[in-house]
């Protein structure tokens, strides 16, 4: 089994870094924060007093930090010229797309495989055992990657070369964001009409309006499988973490100078719930935003 150094051990890497080491890994687990050292060791990974000290002397060195100044910075200053130039550079922390590609090459420079692996799931996931991984690198990177992420995940999709993985990530949930609005919408429009929502839940999850955001994760509290709604929006996918996602996408999208009405709709609509205090909800929340006369 693999010597794997762990930096970032918060709500996504603390449950991370436990499956490592069930899957019989040695994990050396470093995080700036005293609870999260202390959570990680219980879970049995080697507590080590630094980022550098967490790349010596490993296999890999898997990160999963807050954003790309983050990444950028530990890259630059505590992994690369740290780690060995055999290991395997893993970032699963969800970040602009230049910043990924700038690290991912910078790392290349010096002889490293190094891929960016964002995921899909939450922290339950996470805990679980079961996120998906979406890869970016060259294909002996996501050869040597790919176990390591399979103890964390369910499945590990190459989604092309460096950068690619965070690509794919901002792309699919700048359209979870978009098809969450235009559900919460369709739901309040139908109620508007005197529709039953029950009812429309029944015709629309079986006909052209369909989607995740219905039928996997409706908006309306009591109709559909039991989601965050029925929880009071606690728990799930933050409000924040979508609008950090969609503001990602936007980026990304000017840089390529792609065109993204829907997207930046959503972006607008989320910052405006997140300035009103509700960044911590789950973001199907936002129904309450558009729920002008409160009849939801
Ligand atoms: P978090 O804030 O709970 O954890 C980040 C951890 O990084 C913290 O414990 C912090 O102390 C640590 N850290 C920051 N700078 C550090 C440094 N220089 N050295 C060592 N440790 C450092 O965040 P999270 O919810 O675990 O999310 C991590 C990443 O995963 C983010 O990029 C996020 O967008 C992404 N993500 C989160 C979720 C989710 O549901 N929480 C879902 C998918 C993706």
Known sequence: MAKIGFIGLGNMGGGMAANLVKAGHEVHAFD?????????????????????????????VVTMLPAGSHVRQVYADC?????????ILIDCSTVDVASAKTVGAAAAEQGYAMVDAPVSGGIAAA???????????????????????????????????????????????????????ATCEAFLLAKKLGLD????????????????SMTSYCPVPGVGPETPA?????????????????????????????????????????????????GALDFSAIIRLLD????Q
């Not at 996602?245 to 997207?263: F, I, R, T």
Request: hydrophobic residues 50%.
């Open 32 to 60: 700036l924060a005293e609870a999260a050292l202390a959570h990680a060791e219980q879970a049995g990974c080697l507590r080590v007093k630094s980022a550098r000290e967490a790349s010596a002397d490993v296999d890999a």
């Open 230 to 278: 029925d929880r009071d929006y606690q728990g799930g996918f933050a409000t924040a973490l979508m609008l950090k996602d969609l503001k990602l996408a936007m980026g990304a999208a000017h840089d390529a100078n792609a065109s993204v009405p829907m997207g930046a709709a959503a972006e607008a609509l989320y910052q405006a719930f997140a300035n009103g205090g509700n």
């Open 197 to 212: 929502l029950q009812t429309f839940y029944d015709i629309s999850s079986k006909a052209s309006g369909q989607s995740w």
């Open 127 to 181: 805990n679980g055992g079961t996120l998906t991984f979406m890869v970016g690198g060259p294909d002996d990177a996501f050869a040597q990657a790919q176990p390591i992420l399979a103890a964390m995940g369910k499945a590990v999709i190459h989604a092309g070369g460096t950068g690619a993985g965070q690509a794919a990530k901002i792309a699919n949930n700048m359209l979870l964001g978009a098809t969450m609005v």
């Open 292 to 295: 002008s006369d409160g009849s």
């Open 79 to 87: 992994i690369i010229g740290a780690a060995p130039s055999s290991a």
